[in-house]
Nanobody, 125 residues
């Protein structure tokens, strides 16, 4: 199973960016998909997830600004990020899980056995 994240780059504060994750080796619609991020010097943290039955969960810090979804045509998913802030600067990782996740477990890295390489998002003027 391989996950390929893309769409990172430099964006100004207040701007938008859309990250994509393409999955190979599995049908992504059968899995939960999550997004995590890691800022310099910090631990990797949960950002958002969409479960196998398409429930969505968000970290409080991105609630209302980010939207997670599926792109079944591309066998993957996306993370739409709006109203970006400098503190959103991080390497973003997509992940996949076969588990039935709830609000608590969706935030835990150990429930996602599959991770892609990261894509760097830099929010700066």
């Amino acid at each position: 199973v391989q996950l390929q994240a893309s769409g990172g780059g430099l964006v100004q504060p207040g701007g938008s960016q859309r990250l994509s994750c393409v999955v190979s080796g599995r049908t992504s619609s059968n899995y939960a998909m999550g997004w995590f991020r890691q800022a310099p010097g910090k631990e990797r943290e949960f950002v958002a997830a969409i479960t196998r039955n398409d429930l969505t969960y968000y970290a409080d810090i991105v609630e209302g600004r980010f939207t997670v979804g599926r792109d079944n045509a591309k066998n993957g998913g996306y993370l739409q990020m709006n109203s970006l802030r400098p503190e959103d600067t991080a390497v973003y990782y997509c992940a996949m899980s076969a588990s039935t996740l709830n609000r608590s477990t969706a935030q835990l890295r150990r429930y996602y056995p599959y991770y892609g390489q990261g894509t760097l998002v830099t929010v700066s003027s």
